[in-house]
Protein backbone atom coordinates (compact mmCIF):
# COMPACT_ATOMS: atom_id res chain seq x y z
CA UNK A 1 0.00 0.00 0.00
CA UNK A 2 1.42 3.44 -0.94
CA UNK A 3 2.09 6.15 1.72
CA UNK A 4 -0.41 8.22 -0.11
CA UNK A 5 -3.43 6.00 0.68
CA UNK A 6 -2.11 5.43 4.47
CA UNK A 7 -1.67 9.46 5.52
CA UNK A 8 -4.27 12.31 6.48
CA UNK A 9 -3.52 15.12 3.76
CA UNK A 10 -3.90 18.17 5.94
CA UNK A 11 -3.16 20.81 3.25
CA UNK A 12 -0.43 20.76 -0.24
CA UNK A 13 2.78 20.81 2.22
CA UNK A 14 1.50 18.58 5.52
CA UNK A 15 0.24 14.84 5.33
CA UNK A 16 -0.55 13.52 9.13
CA UNK A 17 0.12 9.66 10.02
CA UNK A 18 -2.83 9.12 12.57
CA UNK A 19 -1.81 7.51 15.68
CA UNK A 20 -3.52 4.51 15.21
CA UNK A 21 -1.59 3.47 12.15
CA UNK A 22 0.65 1.33 14.72
CA UNK A 23 0.17 0.00 17.98
CA UNK A 24 1.84 1.78 20.92
CA UNK A 25 2.10 5.17 19.13
CA UNK A 26 1.68 8.40 21.48
CA UNK A 27 0.98 10.44 19.39
CA UNK A 28 0.60 11.18 15.57
CA UNK A 29 3.47 12.15 13.21
CA UNK A 30 3.40 15.18 10.70
CA UNK A 31 5.37 14.86 7.65
CA UNK A 32 6.37 18.22 5.54
CA UNK A 33 6.24 17.22 2.12
CA UNK A 34 4.36 17.82 -1.40
CA UNK A 35 2.47 14.84 -2.94
CA UNK A 36 5.92 14.73 -5.81
CA UNK A 37 8.36 14.51 -2.69
CA UNK A 38 5.97 11.69 -0.82
CA UNK A 39 6.01 9.52 -3.65
CA UNK A 40 10.09 9.81 -3.94
CA UNK A 41 9.85 7.91 -0.58
CA UNK A 42 8.30 5.21 -1.49
CA UNK A 43 10.54 1.94 -0.42
CA UNK A 44 12.31 4.72 1.78
CA UNK A 45 11.37 3.54 5.67
CA UNK A 46 11.77 6.88 6.74
CA UNK A 47 7.91 7.37 7.55
CA UNK A 48 7.61 3.72 9.24
CA UNK A 49 10.85 5.29 11.48
CA UNK A 50 8.87 8.72 12.10
CA UNK A 51 5.81 5.98 13.48
CA UNK A 52 8.31 4.51 15.61
CA UNK A 53 9.68 7.76 17.21
CA UNK A 54 5.73 8.02 17.89
CA UNK A 55 6.37 5.12 20.22
CA UNK A 56 9.02 6.63 22.69
CA UNK A 57 7.70 7.39 26.21
CA UNK A 58 7.05 10.87 27.04
CA UNK A 59 6.79 12.60 23.42
CA UNK A 60 4.71 15.26 23.33
CA UNK A 61 3.04 17.32 20.15
CA UNK A 62 3.99 15.31 16.90
CA UNK A 63 7.16 13.02 15.71
CA UNK A 64 8.20 15.40 12.48
CA UNK A 65 9.51 14.81 9.70
CA UNK A 66 11.18 17.33 7.79
CA UNK A 67 10.99 17.40 3.65
CA UNK A 68 14.61 15.82 3.80
CA UNK A 69 13.83 13.29 5.79
CA UNK A 70 15.08 9.66 4.97
CA UNK A 71 16.59 6.42 6.48
CA UNK A 72 18.46 6.83 9.23
CA UNK A 73 20.14 4.87 12.10
CA UNK A 74 16.43 4.54 14.61
CA UNK A 75 15.17 8.08 14.13
CA UNK A 76 14.97 9.08 10.85
CA UNK A 77 17.27 11.96 9.20
CA UNK A 78 15.01 14.75 9.36
CA UNK A 79 12.89 13.82 12.55
CA UNK A 80 12.24 16.09 15.31
CA UNK A 81 10.45 14.89 18.78
CA UNK A 82 10.21 16.56 22.16
CA UNK A 83 10.31 14.20 24.87
CA UNK A 84 8.70 15.81 28.67
CA UNK A 85 11.75 15.47 31.14
CA UNK A 86 9.86 14.88 33.73
CA UNK A 87 8.51 10.79 32.34
CA UNK A 88 10.40 10.93 28.90
CA UNK A 89 13.55 9.41 27.31
CA UNK A 90 16.75 10.38 25.52
CA UNK A 91 18.33 8.17 22.56
CA UNK A 92 21.27 8.74 20.67
CA UNK A 93 19.53 7.21 17.57
CA UNK A 94 17.63 10.42 18.13
CA UNK A 95 20.71 12.42 17.79
CA UNK A 96 22.97 10.30 15.24
CA UNK A 97 26.60 9.12 15.33
CA UNK A 98 27.63 13.01 14.23
CA UNK A 99 26.63 14.62 17.38
CA UNK A 100 26.49 18.22 16.55
CA UNK A 101 27.11 17.71 12.91
CA UNK A 102 26.52 21.12 11.77
CA UNK A 103 27.41 24.06 8.98
CA UNK A 104 28.83 27.85 9.06
CA UNK A 105 28.86 30.28 6.68
CA UNK A 106 31.63 32.65 6.09
CA UNK A 107 31.39 35.88 4.34
CA UNK A 108 34.11 37.46 2.21
CA UNK A 109 34.54 41.04 0.24
CA UNK A 110 35.59 39.08 -2.75
CA UNK A 111 33.69 38.79 -5.72
CA UNK A 112 33.64 35.92 -7.67
CA UNK A 113 35.83 37.67 -10.49
CA UNK A 114 38.38 38.38 -7.88
CA UNK A 115 37.91 34.69 -7.01
CA UNK A 116 38.09 32.65 -10.27
CA UNK A 117 41.67 33.47 -11.39
CA UNK A 118 43.07 31.57 -8.40
CA UNK A 119 40.16 29.26 -7.72
CA UNK A 120 41.85 25.99 -7.71
CA UNK A 121 45.02 27.48 -5.78
CA UNK A 122 42.32 28.59 -3.22
CA UNK A 123 40.83 25.13 -3.67
CA UNK A 124 44.62 22.92 -2.90
CA UNK A 125 45.19 25.48 0.08
CA UNK A 126 41.62 24.63 2.04
CA UNK A 127 42.18 20.94 1.39
CA UNK A 128 45.62 21.67 3.07
CA UNK A 129 44.60 23.57 5.40
CA UNK A 130 41.15 21.75 6.33
CA UNK A 131 41.90 18.52 5.90
CA UNK A 132 39.05 15.87 4.62
CA UNK A 133 38.66 12.65 4.26
CA UNK A 134 38.32 9.45 6.84
CA UNK A 135 41.10 9.71 9.67
CA UNK A 136 42.45 13.08 8.94
CA UNK A 137 44.85 14.45 11.38
CA UNK A 138 44.20 18.27 11.98
CA UNK A 139 46.72 21.25 13.01
CA UNK A 140 46.28 21.37 16.34
CA UNK A 141 47.76 18.22 18.52
CA UNK A 142 45.80 18.01 22.17
CA UNK A 143 46.84 16.75 25.05
CA UNK A 144 44.39 14.62 27.90
CA UNK A 145 44.11 17.92 29.94
CA UNK A 146 43.43 20.31 27.06
CA UNK A 147 40.88 17.77 25.42
CA UNK A 148 39.10 17.76 28.73
CA UNK A 149 39.29 21.86 28.83
CA UNK A 150 37.88 22.04 25.21
CA UNK A 151 34.93 19.48 25.82
CA UNK A 152 33.67 21.53 28.90
CA UNK A 153 34.60 25.19 26.71
CA UNK A 154 33.66 24.38 23.63
CA UNK A 155 34.46 27.26 20.64
CA UNK A 156 35.61 29.58 23.61
CA UNK A 157 38.67 27.85 24.26
CA UNK A 158 39.66 27.89 20.49
CA UNK A 159 39.19 31.54 20.60
CA UNK A 160 40.77 32.50 23.80
CA UNK A 161 44.13 30.64 22.08
CA UNK A 162 43.84 32.57 19.09
CA UNK A 163 42.18 30.71 16.70
CA UNK A 164 39.36 32.97 16.38
CA UNK A 165 37.61 36.50 17.13
CA UNK A 166 35.09 36.69 20.39
CA UNK A 167 32.49 38.36 18.39
CA UNK A 168 32.48 34.58 16.62
CA UNK A 169 31.19 33.47 19.84
CA UNK A 170 28.29 35.34 20.01
CA UNK A 171 26.81 34.34 15.70
CA UNK A 172 27.37 30.11 17.26
CA UNK A 173 24.28 28.38 18.21
CA UNK A 174 24.40 28.53 22.26
CA UNK A 175 27.77 30.19 22.30
CA UNK A 176 29.51 27.48 21.18
CA UNK A 177 28.89 25.40 24.32
CA UNK A 178 27.05 23.04 25.93
CA UNK A 179 26.75 23.97 29.82
CA UNK A 180 26.16 20.27 31.01
CA UNK A 181 29.21 18.31 29.30
CA UNK A 182 30.68 15.84 31.30
CA UNK A 183 34.16 14.72 30.21
CA UNK A 184 33.79 11.88 33.19
CA UNK A 185 31.04 10.23 31.07
CA UNK A 186 33.52 10.27 27.97
CA UNK A 187 35.18 6.86 27.19
CA UNK A 188 39.09 6.93 26.38
CA UNK A 189 38.30 4.97 23.47
CA UNK A 190 36.78 8.01 22.27
CA UNK A 191 39.20 10.66 23.84
CA UNK A 192 41.97 8.75 21.81
CA UNK A 193 39.83 9.35 18.37
CA UNK A 194 39.18 12.70 18.96
CA UNK A 195 42.93 13.80 20.30
CA UNK A 196 44.46 14.44 16.27
CA UNK A 197 41.30 15.81 14.40
CA UNK A 198 41.07 19.06 15.85
CA UNK A 199 40.41 21.22 12.64
CA UNK A 200 39.50 18.14 9.97
CA UNK A 201 36.63 17.99 7.81
CA UNK A 202 35.63 14.95 7.78
CA UNK A 203 34.15 12.12 4.95
CA UNK A 204 30.59 11.36 3.52
CA UNK A 205 28.65 13.92 3.05
CA UNK A 206 31.06 16.78 4.78
CA UNK A 207 32.31 19.56 2.72
CA UNK A 208 33.87 22.69 2.03
CA UNK A 209 33.09 24.91 -0.60
CA UNK A 210 34.02 28.28 -1.74
CA UNK A 211 30.38 29.76 -2.75
CA UNK A 212 29.12 32.58 -4.94
CA UNK A 213 25.62 34.39 -4.02
CA UNK A 214 23.87 34.34 -6.94
CA UNK A 215 20.24 35.07 -6.05
CA UNK A 216 18.93 37.57 -2.71
CA UNK A 217 15.08 37.02 -1.42
CA UNK A 218 14.77 38.78 1.17
CA UNK A 219 17.63 41.97 1.34
CA UNK A 220 16.97 43.02 4.69
CA UNK A 221 17.87 39.62 6.33
CA UNK A 222 20.70 39.44 3.60
CA UNK A 223 22.33 42.53 4.74
CA UNK A 224 21.89 41.90 8.26
CA UNK A 225 23.78 38.68 7.95
CA UNK A 226 26.00 40.30 5.84
CA UNK A 227 25.23 39.05 1.97
CA UNK A 228 25.64 42.29 -0.27
CA UNK A 229 23.53 40.68 -3.02
CA UNK A 230 24.68 38.53 -5.79
CA UNK A 231 28.37 37.77 -7.25
CA UNK A 232 29.67 37.72 -3.56
CA UNK A 233 31.95 35.18 -2.27
CA UNK A 234 31.24 33.00 0.78
CA UNK A 235 32.38 29.93 1.90
CA UNK A 236 30.20 27.09 3.79
CA UNK A 237 31.42 24.37 5.27
CA UNK A 238 29.92 21.52 6.66
CA UNK A 239 31.38 18.88 9.51
CA UNK A 240 31.03 17.54 13.27
CA UNK A 241 32.37 15.95 15.58
CA UNK A 242 34.70 13.39 13.88
CA UNK A 243 35.66 10.22 15.63
CA UNK A 244 34.81 11.76 18.95
CA UNK A 245 31.40 11.59 18.55
CA UNK A 246 31.04 8.82 16.94
CA UNK A 247 32.70 7.20 19.54
CA UNK A 248 30.96 8.72 22.06
CA UNK A 249 27.63 7.75 19.83
CA UNK A 250 28.53 3.86 20.26
CA UNK A 251 29.36 3.79 23.74
CA UNK A 252 25.77 4.95 24.74
CA UNK A 253 24.19 2.77 22.54
CA UNK A 254 25.33 0.06 24.01
CA UNK A 255 24.46 1.87 27.70
CA UNK A 256 20.98 2.04 26.37
CA UNK A 257 20.62 -1.84 25.45
CA UNK A 258 21.07 -2.52 29.08
CA UNK A 259 18.84 0.50 29.70
CA UNK A 260 15.76 -0.17 27.95
CA UNK A 261 15.66 -3.87 29.76
CA UNK A 262 16.32 -1.83 33.31
CA UNK A 263 13.55 0.58 32.87
CA UNK A 264 11.16 -2.19 31.01
CA UNK A 265 11.06 0.02 27.97
CA UNK A 266 9.28 -1.59 24.72
CA UNK A 267 10.28 -0.56 21.58
CA UNK A 268 9.72 -1.34 18.07
CA UNK A 269 12.56 -1.08 16.96
CA UNK A 270 16.19 -1.57 19.01
CA UNK A 271 17.99 1.27 17.53
CA UNK A 272 15.70 3.42 19.32
CA UNK A 273 17.34 2.29 22.24
CA UNK A 274 16.86 5.07 25.16
CA UNK A 275 16.56 5.45 28.86
CA UNK A 276 14.51 8.21 30.61
CA UNK A 277 16.25 11.44 31.01
CA UNK A 278 16.54 11.65 34.72
CA UNK A 279 18.38 8.74 35.01
CA UNK A 280 21.57 8.22 35.29
CA UNK A 281 21.91 6.46 32.27
CA UNK A 282 20.20 9.56 30.25
CA UNK A 283 22.04 11.97 32.68
CA UNK A 284 25.36 10.76 31.18
CA UNK A 285 24.36 10.20 28.14
CA UNK A 286 23.29 13.55 28.21
CA UNK A 287 26.34 14.80 29.72
CA UNK A 288 28.58 13.18 27.14
CA UNK A 289 27.14 14.33 24.11
CA UNK A 290 27.20 17.85 24.89
CA UNK A 291 31.35 17.06 25.24
CA UNK A 292 30.92 15.52 21.96
CA UNK A 293 28.90 18.87 20.87
CA UNK A 294 31.49 21.00 22.38
CA UNK A 295 34.43 19.28 20.45
CA UNK A 296 32.46 19.42 16.71
CA UNK A 297 31.70 23.44 17.41
CA UNK A 298 35.61 23.80 18.70
CA UNK A 299 36.93 21.62 15.98
CA UNK A 300 34.35 24.03 13.97
CA UNK A 301 36.00 27.46 14.82
CA UNK A 302 39.59 25.16 14.05
CA UNK A 303 38.60 25.55 10.87
CA UNK A 304 37.38 28.52 10.58
CA UNK A 305 41.02 29.28 11.35
CA UNK A 306 42.55 27.62 8.82
CA UNK A 307 40.03 29.13 6.33
CA UNK A 308 40.84 33.03 7.32
CA UNK A 309 44.56 32.13 6.80
CA UNK A 310 44.07 30.32 3.45
CA UNK A 311 42.33 33.53 1.90
CA UNK A 312 45.15 35.45 3.24
CA UNK A 313 47.60 33.20 1.49
CA UNK A 314 46.15 33.04 -1.66
CA UNK A 315 44.19 36.25 -2.34
CA UNK A 316 47.61 38.16 -0.73
CA UNK A 317 45.46 40.27 1.35
CA UNK A 318 45.18 41.32 4.83
CA UNK A 319 42.32 39.93 7.09
CA UNK A 320 40.88 43.28 7.37
CA UNK A 321 40.53 43.74 3.40
CA UNK A 322 39.06 40.53 3.31
CA UNK A 323 36.85 40.43 6.31
CA UNK A 324 35.58 36.78 6.97
CA UNK A 325 32.98 37.60 9.54
CA UNK A 326 31.27 34.68 10.38
CA UNK A 327 27.71 34.69 9.39
CA UNK A 328 26.44 31.92 11.48
CA UNK A 329 27.33 28.18 13.31
CA UNK A 330 24.17 26.07 13.65
CA UNK A 331 24.11 22.17 14.95
CA UNK A 332 22.02 19.96 13.12
CA UNK A 333 22.41 16.63 15.23
CA UNK A 334 21.36 17.33 18.96
CA UNK A 335 19.29 16.82 21.89
CA UNK A 336 18.60 20.16 23.65
CA UNK A 337 16.83 20.99 27.00
CA UNK A 338 14.40 23.95 25.87
CA UNK A 339 11.39 25.96 27.03
CA UNK A 340 8.46 25.91 24.26
CA UNK A 341 4.66 26.24 24.80
CA UNK A 342 2.44 23.25 24.39
CA UNK A 343 -1.39 23.41 24.78
CA UNK A 344 -1.37 27.08 25.49
CA UNK A 345 1.44 26.22 29.20
CA UNK A 346 5.11 26.54 28.75
CA UNK A 347 6.69 22.85 29.37
CA UNK A 348 10.30 21.67 29.31
CA UNK A 349 11.26 19.57 26.88
CA UNK A 350 14.07 17.96 25.00
CA UNK A 351 14.20 18.30 21.28
CA UNK A 352 15.84 15.97 19.63
CA UNK A 353 17.29 17.45 16.09
CA UNK A 354 18.61 14.74 13.78
CA UNK A 355 19.42 16.35 10.87
CA UNK A 356 17.56 19.23 11.88
CA UNK A 357 18.15 22.66 12.51
CA UNK A 358 16.63 25.37 15.06
CA UNK A 359 14.44 28.09 13.62
CA UNK A 360 13.67 30.49 16.00
CA UNK A 361 11.69 33.61 14.92
CA UNK A 362 12.50 37.71 15.03
CA UNK A 363 12.16 38.80 18.98
CA UNK A 364 13.18 35.17 20.51
CA UNK A 365 15.72 35.36 23.40
CA UNK A 366 17.89 32.53 21.74
CA UNK A 367 18.22 34.62 18.52
CA UNK A 368 21.84 36.53 18.25
CA UNK A 369 21.49 40.19 18.98
CA UNK A 370 22.67 41.43 15.73
CA UNK A 371 20.11 39.10 14.11
CA UNK A 372 16.99 39.80 16.67
CA UNK A 373 15.16 41.66 14.39
CA UNK A 374 15.23 39.90 11.44
CA UNK A 375 15.16 35.83 13.10
CA UNK A 376 17.25 32.48 13.54
CA UNK A 377 19.86 32.23 10.47
CA UNK A 378 19.22 28.90 8.98
CA UNK A 379 22.04 27.38 6.99
CA UNK A 380 20.88 25.28 4.24
CA UNK A 381 23.37 22.93 2.41
CA UNK A 382 22.37 21.33 -0.93
CA UNK A 383 24.74 19.03 -2.98
CA UNK A 384 27.96 20.01 -4.36
CA UNK A 385 26.65 20.08 -7.98
CA UNK A 386 23.71 22.71 -7.56
CA UNK A 387 22.98 25.21 -4.39
CA UNK A 388 22.90 26.09 -1.04
CA UNK A 389 19.88 28.76 0.53
CA UNK A 390 20.30 30.89 3.95
CA UNK A 391 17.14 31.24 5.14
CA UNK A 392 15.86 32.41 8.36
CA UNK A 393 13.14 31.33 11.42
CA UNK A 394 9.56 32.06 11.79
CA UNK A 395 6.67 31.99 14.61
CA UNK A 396 4.96 29.55 12.98
CA UNK A 397 8.24 27.10 13.64
CA UNK A 398 7.82 27.69 17.12
CA UNK A 399 4.24 26.34 17.47
CA UNK A 400 4.70 23.70 15.05
CA UNK A 401 7.86 22.05 15.20
CA UNK A 402 9.42 23.43 18.24
CA UNK A 403 11.31 26.03 16.45
CA UNK A 404 12.97 24.03 14.34
CA UNK A 405 13.10 23.15 9.93
CA UNK A 406 15.33 20.89 7.61
CA UNK A 407 19.02 20.63 7.11
CA UNK A 408 19.77 19.94 3.54
CA UNK A 409 18.82 18.49 0.85
CA UNK A 410 18.24 14.94 2.28
CA UNK A 411 19.13 11.35 -0.04
CA UNK A 412 17.39 9.87 -2.60
CA UNK A 413 19.93 7.25 -3.16
CA UNK A 414 21.59 5.16 -1.11
CA UNK A 415 25.78 5.72 -1.85
CA UNK A 416 25.66 2.49 -3.55
CA UNK A 417 23.13 3.14 -5.53
CA UNK A 418 24.40 6.68 -6.37
CA UNK A 419 27.75 5.04 -7.44
CA UNK A 420 26.10 1.74 -9.08
CA UNK A 421 24.17 5.05 -11.27
CA UNK A 422 26.87 6.92 -12.05
CA UNK A 423 29.52 4.70 -13.07
CA UNK A 424 31.94 5.15 -15.37
CA UNK A 425 31.28 9.42 -15.08
CA UNK A 426 33.71 11.25 -14.34
CA UNK A 427 32.47 13.51 -11.86
CA UNK A 428 35.66 15.34 -11.01
CA UNK A 429 35.34 16.43 -14.79
CA UNK A 430 31.50 16.89 -15.10
CA UNK A 431 31.76 19.39 -12.64
CA UNK A 432 34.46 21.82 -13.89
CA UNK A 433 32.45 21.93 -16.89
CA UNK A 434 30.12 23.36 -15.25
CA UNK A 435 32.55 25.79 -13.75
CA UNK A 436 33.08 24.14 -10.47
CA UNK A 437 36.74 22.85 -9.33
CA UNK A 438 36.44 19.90 -7.20
CA UNK A 439 39.68 18.08 -4.98
CA UNK A 440 38.87 14.95 -3.19
CA UNK A 441 40.99 12.93 -1.17
CA UNK A 442 39.24 9.67 -3.36
CA UNK A 443 37.46 11.04 -6.91
CA UNK A 444 35.93 7.94 -7.27
CA UNK A 445 33.71 8.42 -4.45
CA UNK A 446 32.71 11.87 -5.71
CA UNK A 447 29.41 9.48 -6.99
CA UNK A 448 28.26 8.70 -3.76
CA UNK A 449 27.90 12.96 -3.56
CA UNK A 450 26.70 13.88 -6.84
CA UNK A 451 23.34 15.58 -7.50
CA UNK A 452 21.93 12.60 -8.53
CA UNK A 453 22.30 11.24 -4.97
CA UNK A 454 19.98 14.22 -3.47
CA UNK A 455 16.86 15.75 -3.81
CA UNK A 456 16.17 18.85 -4.87
CA UNK A 457 17.26 21.19 -1.73
CA UNK A 458 14.98 24.35 -3.66
CA UNK A 459 12.06 21.66 -3.39
CA UNK A 460 13.20 21.10 0.12
CA UNK A 461 13.74 25.10 1.15
CA UNK A 462 10.17 25.82 -1.44
CA UNK A 463 8.07 23.22 0.90
CA UNK A 464 9.13 24.76 4.16
CA UNK A 465 8.33 28.09 3.20
CA UNK A 466 5.00 27.45 1.59
CA UNK A 467 3.97 25.61 4.78
CA UNK A 468 5.39 28.84 6.80
CA UNK A 469 8.34 26.84 9.42
CA UNK A 470 11.43 28.87 7.42
CA UNK A 471 11.92 31.75 4.88
CA UNK A 472 14.28 31.85 1.98
CA UNK A 473 16.89 34.58 2.49
CA UNK A 474 19.17 33.88 -0.40
CA UNK A 475 20.44 31.32 -2.82
CA UNK A 476 24.66 30.34 -3.26
CA UNK A 477 25.89 28.19 -6.07
CA UNK A 478 29.90 26.02 -5.86
CA UNK A 479 32.27 26.96 -7.63
CA UNK A 480 34.75 25.28 -5.21
CA UNK A 481 34.56 22.13 -3.32
CA UNK A 482 36.68 19.94 -0.85
CA UNK A 483 35.43 16.47 -0.19
CA UNK A 484 36.82 13.54 1.50
Not at 126 to 151: H, I, S
Not at 291 to 299: D, E, L, Q, S, T
Not at 314 to 323: E, H, I, N, Q, Y
Amino acid sequence: MSWLDILTQIDDYRWELPQDYKSGMRVPALIFADRAMLEQLEGDQAIEQAANVATLPGIVGRSLAMPDIHWGYGFPIGGVAAMRVEDGVVSPGGVGFDINCGTRVITTTLREEDVRPILRELVNQLYRDAPPGMGGKGFLRLNRQELDELMVQGARWMVERGYGDPEDLDVIESHGCLADADPDAVSERARQRGLAQLGTIGSGNHFLEVQVVDQVFDEEAARAFGLDGPGQVVIFFHCGSRGFGHQVCQDYLRVMETAIAKYQIELPDKQLACAPISSPEGKAYLGAMAAGANFAWANRQGITHQIRRALVKVTGRSRDDLGLHLVYDVAHNIAKIERHRLNGREVTVCVHRKGATRAFPAGHPDVPERYRQVGHPVLVPGDMGRYSFLAVGTERAMTETWGSTCHGAGRVRSRGAAKRLLAGVNIAQRMEEQGIIVRAQNPRDLAEEASEAYKDVANVIDILEHAGISRKVARMRPIGVTKG
